[in-house]
């Protein structure tokens, strides 16, 4: 198995929380699994890990390496990197980030690397999410949610993937909305507009509890779909 970019068709669907999930399937599959978290913002926590994403990453692969190599980036403000670096006066090295996750490649059989946001997310004027998921090589998984809307805003995201030339694994429907979409009828839509198989569906859970993610991707044996 390759590492894994993580992304979503919009912010909020749960990426952090399959993340969490996929990342103790694999260590209870006995895979070294390492992550990383590029670029997070926000307002920092006030012990342990400035993002709390990240300290929920760690806490899960069970890892110990650095904070500055599992994000490089964190910013004070909830907003894009590309905004909060323009607000704060700060300067983005995109080398820095692809020589972190280098680093933690090879420390690592795998790495799950969750993005920030959707895939258009900016990081410098001209320079996206997308453009940094090719620049790292890595194929994606797409989370998406299940309110109305869900449909555009995942083929839109999957447009742009297939324009970056950005290759995706499979769709992890997350029930974010219980008013909204079925997940099955929005499975099958999303699968017959897109071609994208639908590796995972995930139920509301309360409090997004994660050991209960984890058993149902082990359930749906989602490790042999990557």
């Known amino acids: 198995m390759k590492s894994i ?4 068709a919009d ?16 260590k209870s599959s006995g895979v070294d699994v390492g992550v990383m978290k590029p670029f997070a913002t926000g307002i920092p926590q006030k012990n342990g890990f400035k993002s709390e994403d990240v ?19 964190f ?3 909830p907003t894009s990197p590309y905004r909060a670096a323009k607000k704060l006066g700060k300067t983005i090295d995109v080398d820095l980030v692809l020589s972190s996750y280098e680093k933690l490649q090879a420390n690592h059989d795998v790495v ?5 946001g959707g895939i258009l997310v900016p990081i410098l004027r001209d ?10 090589n890595l194929d994606v998984l797409m989370v998406t949610g299940t309110k109305m809307g869900s449909v555009n805003h995942t083929l839109l995201a999957l447009n742009l993937c297939k324009k970056y030339g950005i290759n995706v694994l499979g769709l992890i429907i997350n029930q974010t909305d219980t008013e909204g979409y079925v997940m099955q009828e929005l499975e099958e839509d999303l699968v017959s507009l897109s071609g994208i198989d639908v590796i995972c569906k995930i139920p509301n859970i309360q ?20």
Not at 112 to 116: A, F, N, P
Not at 207 to 226: E, F, Y
């Open 112 to 116: 799950l690397v969750e993005g920030i």
């Open 207 to 226: 409090n997004g509890n994660i050991m209960t993610i984890s058993q149902i991707l082990q359930k749906d044996s989602v490790l042999s779909k990557l």
């Open 11 to 26: 912010t909020g669907i749960g990426k952090t929380v399959f993340t969490c999930a996929l990342t103790s399937t694999l």
């Open 55 to 73: 300290e929920l990453l760690v806490h899960h692969s069970g890892v110990n390496d650095p904070e500055s190599l599992i994000n490089p980036y």
């Open 5 to 8: 970019f993580i992304t979503g």
């Open 75 to 77: 910013f004070p403000i």
């Open 127 to 136: 320079y996206f999410v997308a453009d940094l998921i090719k620049d790292l």
